[in-house]
């Protein structure tokens, strides 16, 4: 008997009457856009998390292909159709994109971009509110910057000659040669020290375990990691690491997510399985889609709307278990998407301890859609590269925690000082030096250390993501 697919089932009301009729002939738009725009369209309707709240995605909104297509020709660029079509924008939804190249997409998600390797933070010059200028937060090993000697702490103002200011730092920094000069304090300004450095942007594979070391204190046996990206492409290495810690014998263990924007849901299960060990077949966390899709999971496949803490990986490597009780956290305002769930899940199972500040607040998760007969990436219209990475679903533990729109608040508040950095893996960097102390002692001050300056926040939407693959779930896909 053939299977049936969820595109069939959930849009039922939409689809049987789309898929009878046949486009028009006479378009407004090139056939190629309103071929582009009904995916977009078909797409959202089918999975976007929100889409209730969307007048224009409601299953009874058209009537006909007919009518769906005079809707399609009044957006000649896909991208306008797709904004349009999301739930207040950059209030409720600010993690939503479209791209026009998923070839690009597919490397991004595997670690894969074009960049020098240097990894920086904006904040405007004392005094102004228009003045920017830029901090090196770390640089990414074998890379242009690493190359050019750019450490982290590093300052600079002007990139190619022109000053950075809120209106132009985007563009200067999305050009593929970066010259920077770098820059000093002198009291409250800066200046320019005449040490300029040519950077020259390349396509980069970097690898998310950036720290790795067992530190010895006076009572434990610390494990560290400092880890930058939940990217799958690096599954078996990180499994490495945490069978590394288990052949030194920790008993405690800080994991560093202070720069770690998110990644696959799936890195975040075999992670905190492996921190723990103890909790195999429980639940790790829970998935909610918009009411009409869950409901239909709930009927058909329940199983798949949680994930549990496993003992092996997909691949069939077992995983490495520390066993371990708690766990010591940093994060800032960039841990964001799965980082924040990693901690949001683990919390009702073992002692969670999180230092630093505030994380980004991000509990949704994504999926790449192509236009394919199921969405998936099998089957693609060759006629276009156009992909959508739209949120679909929200992350809660166990306990139905999740809504953290402010982000996760630490447990013991310390900031990074631009002017005081420290220099990462260094036992007197202050946020590594906080966490051992509180690993020893179990006490510290909770000290409000107000940060000189406010960081500007510049990442693109890509930027923070946590997302799901098609693959992750093992449901029926419609056949041609």
Known sequence: MRS???????????????????????????KQTLEINDFVYKALNTFYLWKDEV?????????????????????????????????????????SWIVSDYQALMQMFQGITKTTGMHIGLVYEPGSSTQIFAYVKYVT?????????????????????????????????????????????????????????????????????????????????????????????????????????????????????????????????????????????QTLLKYQWHNQLNRWMQDNYPQQLRRLFVSQMRNGQSINHLQ????????????????????????????????????????????TLFDSPDFSGANVNPHHKWALQPIVLKVSNIRNESDFIHGL???????????????????SEPLLQKSLNYVENQTVANRFNKLHLEEIEYHTLQHYNMYVNFDDFEWPHLNK
């Not at 005079?70 to 896909?78: A, C, E, F, R, S």
């Not at 608040?409 to 900031?415: G, L, N, T, W």
Request: with cysteine; proline share 3%.
């Open 4 to 30: 049936i697919s969820i595109k069939k089932i959930i849009i039922i009301s939409l689809l049987l009457t789309l898929q009878a009729c046949q486009k028009q002939e006479a378009y407004q738009i090139d």
């Open 55 to 95: 007048p224009d995605l409601a299953d009874r909104r058209f009537s006909s292909q007919s009518q769906l297509n005079n809707y399609l020709q009044t957006y000649n660029d896909p991208e306008a159709l797709f904004e349009n079509l999301l739930y207040k924008r950059g209030e409720v939804d600010r993690w």
């Open 141 to 281: 090993y074998n890379s242009p910057a690493e190359a050019q000697g750019v450490h982290r702490g590093d300052l600079f103002r002007k990139i190619n000659g022109e000053y950075l200011n809120i209106n132009n730092y985007r563009d200067l920094l999305s050009q593929d040669v970066l010259s920077i000069e770098l820059a000093q304090w002198n009291g409250n300004t800066l200046s320019e020290t005449g040490q300029i450095l040519n950077l020259q942007k390349v396509v980069l594979a970097e690898n998310p375990i950036y720290i790795k070391q067992v530190i010895q204190t006076t009572s434990h046996k610390v494990g560290y990691l400092m880890y930058n990206g939940f990217v799958s492409q690096y599954d078996e290495q990180l499994n490495d690491v945490f069978g590394y810690f288990n052949s030194q014998q920790i008993d405690r263990l800080i994991i560093d997510l202070r720069y770690n924007p998110g990644g696959s849901v799936q890195t975040l299960q075999y992670m905190a399985s492996m921190i723990t060990g103890q909790f195999t077949g």
């Open 324 to 367: 371990l009780n708690q766990v010591v956290f940093i994060t800032t305002k960039n841990s964001a998407s799965a980082s924040e769930s990693l901690i949001n899940c683990l919390k009702p199972y073992i002692n969670v301890t999180q230092i630093g500040t505030e994380t980004h607040g991000k509990y949704t998760a994504s999926v």
């Open 409 to 427: 608040s630490p447990d013991i508040y310390q900031s990074e000082d631009y002017f005081n950095l420290g220099q990462l893996g260094d036992l």
